[in-house]
């Protein structure tokens, strides 16, 4: 049995034929015991995706386009992609005025 300590979205990039998507998981679970990320095709399907099988490779697709290939590893298919961490995710904001082109004039007349 396994344990599942929480529940939230994720934010990864996965790439195919050098071109890199940005998508967002949805109720992924946390669990600490497991070694690997486990991706359920239950899931891609109710979001949507379509999932083609076929001489070792699972193709994830969305109208046609392919976002991702996953090879079949010893026992499960590997997808690869890149965690986004949530501090990595968020837009960058200027830390000075004077890189938004402002800067301070004293009060107004």
């Excluded at 486990?38 to 976002?67: A, N, P, R, T, V």
């Amino acid at each position: 049995m396994v344990k599942v300590i929480g529940k939230g979205n994720i934010v990864a990039n996965i790439k195919f034929q050098n071109k890199i998507t940005r998508i967002q998981l949805t109720h992924v679970m946390h669990i600490p015991d497991m070694d690997r990320k486990i991706l359920s095709l239950k899931m891609l399907d109710q979001k949507g995706l379509e999932i083609h099988i076929s001489g070792g490779h699972i193709h994830i697709m969305k109208i046609g386009e392919i976002y991702t290939e996953a090879s079949l590893g010893r026992e499960l298919y590997e997808v690869r992609m890149k965690i986004i961490l949530p501090q990595d995710n968020e837009p960058k904001m200027p830390k000075k005025l004077e890189e938004l082109g402002a800067s301070h004039t004293g009060r107004p007349k």
